[in-house]
């Protein structure tokens, strides 16, 4: 039950007033009517939602399923690549113990020793990339994934 209000109205020009009693607060006028509630509301927009929502929950999927298989191969490339600039490496550094001090093809040597060093370098850090995206990957899936009770 609420508090009482007394109001004194006074009419211009005159000295005698009349007092008014309203309710305050919980007042039929200042109540806000139930069926504005929030649950309402909630279940109005996820009524309207989850239809759209199960089809792009199934395109997310897909759209994983895809990253996933793409993942893949350039983890494979990434290895190769890897493999490749190694193995050219080790040539070049057998080439420049070979080859004279001031020479045009040393230089050349020097070169392609130095580019197959930043392309180790950089497969290195595509592996190490798409490493880190699975462990990502893995804790949202653990934290998405529904909790059993044993």
């Given at each position: 039950?609420g508090?009482?209000?007394?109001?004194?109205?006074?009419?211009?020009?005159?000295?005698?007033?009349?007092?008014?009693?309203?309710?305050?607060?919980?007042?039929?006028?200042?109540?806000?009517?139930?069926?504005?509630?929030?649950?309402?509301f909630?279940?109005?927009?996820?009524?309207?939602?989850?239809?759209?929502?199960?089809?792009?929950?199934a395109?997310?999927?897909?759209?994983e399923?895809?990253?996933?298989?793409?993942?893949?191969?350039?983890?494979?490339?990434?290895?190769?690549?890897?493999?490749?600039?190694?193995?050219?490496?080790?040539?070049?550094?057998?080439?420049?113990?070979?080859?004279?001090?001031?020479?045009?093809?040393?230089?050349a040597?020097?070169?392609?020793?130095?580019?197959?060093?930043?392309?180790?370098?950089?497969a290195?850090?595509?592996?190490?990339?798409?490493h880190?995206?699975?462990?990502?990957k893995?804790?949202?899936?653990?934290l998405?994934?529904?909790?059993?009770?044993?």
């Amino acid at each position: 039950m609420g508090s009482i209000e007394i109001i004194f109205l006074f009419r211009e020009g005159k000295e005698d007033g009349v007092a008014v009693q309203r309710p305050i607060g919980d007042s039929a006028t200042s109540r806000k009517p139930n069926y504005l509630s929030w649950r309402w509301f909630l279940g109005i927009f996820l009524s309207i939602v989850l239809p759209f929502w199960q089809g792009t929950w199934a395109k997310l999927l897909q759209i994983e399923n895809e990253v996933e298989e793409v993942a893949v191969a350039v983890e494979d490339a990434a290895e190769v690549v890897e493999t490749v600039a190694t193995v050219t490496d080790n040539l070049s550094i057998a080439a420049l113990d070979k080859l004279p001090n001031d020479g045009k093809l040393k230089d050349a040597a020097l070169f392609v020793k130095h580019v197959s060093e930043e392309v180790v370098k950089g497969a290195q850090l595509t592996e190490d990339f798409i490493h880190k995206v699975d462990e990502v990957k893995e804790e949202i899936d653990d934290l998405v994934k529904p909790k059993t009770i044993n």
